[in-house]
């Protein structure tokens, strides 16, 4: 039995939660993964997995074990790495995922600062707002606004996103300024986003212990560039991340409003799968993440 690739497939199958996906992953047949796991296990003399027709998971000595193996792993490829020469000089590929609007607007346009530091180490970004399973889709990492929910994943906290209100001259020109929340509600046209679950994000306003909340607008989406258009052609009001549309401030296409009331930040976090902890690509991009975007925007 070749042990260390038993572990790599037996890691694969766990963080995958399929033999199919982890064979495809490490480019095997099916059948050669379940044999090294079935190895693995009589090597160990322990159940690593646990099968039923619907799902597997692991035992609580294949959980135990599952923490050794990634540790070592890390390890490993760490040693080969440095042997290689590739802590001085990173090169691969690495797969992103981040949202639409942080990656448009503030990733992309950085993105050259990274490669002038890193020409050796290629850039895979995915653009989108939906949630991704980082692991059946060979991600190794994504980026994404909001509490983490994946408590299998690592997660590094960038910064925190702070939230203006705003909307088009032409919007002001047409319909007024909004004197405050309940103006906002009852006289103007809101512009919001809404989530996969097709639930609506009102607007949040909050001074000291007073709370408003406007729903019902006129235009919703659930992608954060598309918002933003939204707001720069006149459809509304609404609220976005400052950091984002601050360019459209500056060159006039947007202008603050209701700046006495504020939203709470929505925190930035970026996760990975506690497998690649080590591998150096991927520590040198989040590295530089986090120096280039952490602070409070």
């Known amino acids: 039995m070749n042990q260390l690739l038993a572990m790599r497939a037996f890691a694969r199958v766990?963080?995958?939660?399929?033999?199919?996906?982890?064979?495809?992953?490490?480019?095997?047949?099916?059948s050669t993964v379940s044999k090294l796991i079935s190895d693995l296990e009589k090597h160990l003399a322990?159940?690593?997995?646990?099968r039923?027709?619907?799902?597997?998971?692991?035992?609580?000595?294949?959980l135990a074990y599952y923490r050794q193996a990634i540790r070592l792993l890390a390890e490993l490829?760490?040693?080969d790495?440095?042997?290689?020469?590739?802590?001085?000089?990173?090169?691969?590929?690495?797969?992103?995922?981040?949202?639409?609007?942080f990656a448009n607007c503030l990733l992309i346009p950085a993105l050259m600062e990274f490669n002038r530091q890193y020409p050796n180490i290629t850039i895979a970004l995915g653009i989108s707002d939906r949630a991704v399973d980082i692991v059946s889709?060979?991600?190794?990492?994504?980026?994404?606004?909001?509490?983490?929910?994946?408590?299998?994943?690592?997660?590094?906290?960038?910064?925190?996103?702070?939230?203006?209100?705003?909307?088009?001259?032409?919007?002001?020109?047409?319909?007024?300024?909004p004197l405050s929340p309940d103006d906002?509600?009852?006289?103007?046209?809101?512009?919001?986003?809404f989530f996969a679950s097709n639930k609506v994000e009102p607007l949040i306003f909050e001074q000291g212990t007073v709370r408003h909340e406007v729903g019902d607008h006129a235009f919703t989406t659930n992608e954060g560039n598309g918002l933003k258009e939204m707001l720069v052609?006149?459809?509304?009001?609404?609220?976005?991340?400052?950091?984002?549309?601050?360019?459209?401030?500056?060159?006039?296409?947007?202008?603050?409003?209701?700046?006495?009331?504020?939203?709470?930040t929505m925190p930035l976090h970026l996760l990975y799968p506690p497998n690649r902890h080590q591998n150096t690509r991927l520590k040198l991009f989040i590295d530089w993440v986090i120096q280039r975007f952490g602070i409070t925007q």
Request: with cysteine; charged share 25%.
């Open 14 to 30: 766990i963080e995958s939660g399929s033999f199919s996906r982890a064979a495809e992953q490490l480019d095997l047949p099916r």
């Open 81 to 101: 790495s440095a042997v290689r020469g590739r802590k001085l000089q990173a090169h691969g590929p690495l797969r992103i995922d981040a949202p639409a609007s």
């Open 233 to 264: 052609a006149g459809a509304g009001v609404g609220q976005h991340f400052r950091s984002i549309v601050q360019h459209y401030f500056n060159t006039g296409q947007l202008v603050p409003l209701l700046e006495e009331w504020s939203r709470p």
């Open 52 to 62: 039923t027709t619907r799902a597997l998971t692991p035992t609580s000595d294949g």
């Open 137 to 177: 889709e060979g991600v190794d990492c994504v980026i994404r606004a909001g509490k983490p929910e994946n408590l299998a994943m690592i997660s590094r906290k960038i910064t925190d996103l702070e939230y203006v209100t705003c909307a088009a001259p032409s919007y002001l020109r047409r319909m007024g300024t």
């Open 77 to 79: 490829d760490e040693v």
């Open 184 to 193: 906002l509600q009852k006289n103007h046209r809101s512009v919001g986003y």
């Open 46 to 50: 322990i159940k690593l997995i646990q």
